[in-house]
């Protein structure tokens, strides 16, 4: 009998994981952002403000970070945290992109 449940819970779990695409996981929310990938090439992200184009991203400010910027979700004082605008992936607290917006 309860071979019978096993074999039923298995085959529900390969049916389940066949629906999930794979890039579910390539865009899990814990990978970081790549300061190569389009959308972070697009908004100018460094994973160090310091190193933001500053003659091609005009709306930048010495002092802004991610962590001072209202779309970052991590948590004081960690390196890194999710960012709403990259999918809640991973983004360095010190870094910046021209998507910025001050804390509220
Ligand atoms: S939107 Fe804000 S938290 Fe996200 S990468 Fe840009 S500056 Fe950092």
Redesign the pocket.
């Known amino acids: 009998m309860s071979k019978q449940i096993s074999s039923g819970r298995r085959r529900l779990l390969q049916g389940v994981l066949a629906l999930i695409p794979i890039g579910a996981f390539a865009q899990s929310p814990g990978k970081r952002?790549e300061e190569s990938e389009p959308q972070?090439q697009g908004?100018g992200?460094k994973r160090d403000a310091s190193k933001a184009d500053k003659a091609k991203f005009k709306n930048f400010r010495p002092g802004?970070?991610?962590?001072g910027?209202?779309?970052?979700k991590g948590a004081a004082g960690e390196a890194w945290?999710p960012?709403?605008?990259?999918g809640n992936r991973l983004?360095?607290a010190n870094?910046?992109?021209?998507?910025?917006?001050k804390k509220t």
């Open positions: 952002v972070a908004l992200y802004e970070t991610c962590a910027c209202r779309f970052y945290g960012c709403e605008i990259f983004v360095n870094g910046w992109c021209s998507a910025w917006m």
